[in-house]
C-alpha cells in the first residue's frame, strides 16, 4: 500500500510541475470594479420628492393668507360660515380644561422642534448619501 501511495505522489508531483499556476491579466481588478460600478449605477434612482417645491411653497403662502385673513378682517371667524352659536358650544365644551404654563409652552415649542429637526436630519442623510 505504501509503494502505490508513493507512485500516486509521484504522478501528482509530475503534473503539477508539468502544470503552472494560472494568473490572472494584469487588468483583471480593473475590469472586474468597473463592470461592478457599471451595476451599481443602474440600480440607483433619482431621488424626486412626493410634493415639489412649488407646491410647499403655494401651501405656506395660502396658510399665511388665510391667517392673515382671518386675524384681520372684521367679522372674525363667522366669515368662514361658522356661527356663533357654533363657536360658544366649542368653548363651552372646553372651558373646563385649563393647561398650565409650561404645557402650553410645549405645545407651543415642539411642533417648531420638530420641524427643525426633520430639517436638520434631511440635510443630514442628504449629505451622507450623495453619489
Not at 436638520?120 to 449629505?127: E, P, Q, R, S, T
Amino acid at each position: 500500500m505504501k509503494e502505490s501511495d508513493k507512485n500516486i505522489e509521484n504522478l501528482i508531483d509530475k503534473m503539477m510541475s508539468e502544470n503552472t499556476l494560472e494568473s490572472p491579466s494584469i487588468d483583471f481588478t480593473s475590469k472586474i470594479m468597473s463592470q461592478v460600478l457599471v451595476a451599481e449605477k443602474s440600480k440607483i434612482k433619482a431621488y424626486k420628492p412626493l410634493i415639489s417645491k412649488t407646491t410647499w411653497i403655494f401651501i405656506g403662502i395660502s396658510l399665511i393668507a388665510l391667517t392673515a385673513y382671518s386675524i384681520y378682517s372684521n367679522n372674525g371667524i363667522s366669515n368662514f360660515g361658522i356661527d356663533k352659536t357654533y363657536s360658544d358650544k366649542a368653548s363651552a365644551l372646553f372651558s373646563g380644561i385649563h393647561f398650565s404654563k409650561n404645557i402650553m409652552y410645549a405645545l407651543l415649542i415642539v411642533p417648531f422642534m420638530i420641524l427643525i429637526q426633520i430639517g436638520v436630519l434631511k440635510n443630514y442623510f442628504d449629505k451622507k448619501y450623495q453619489l
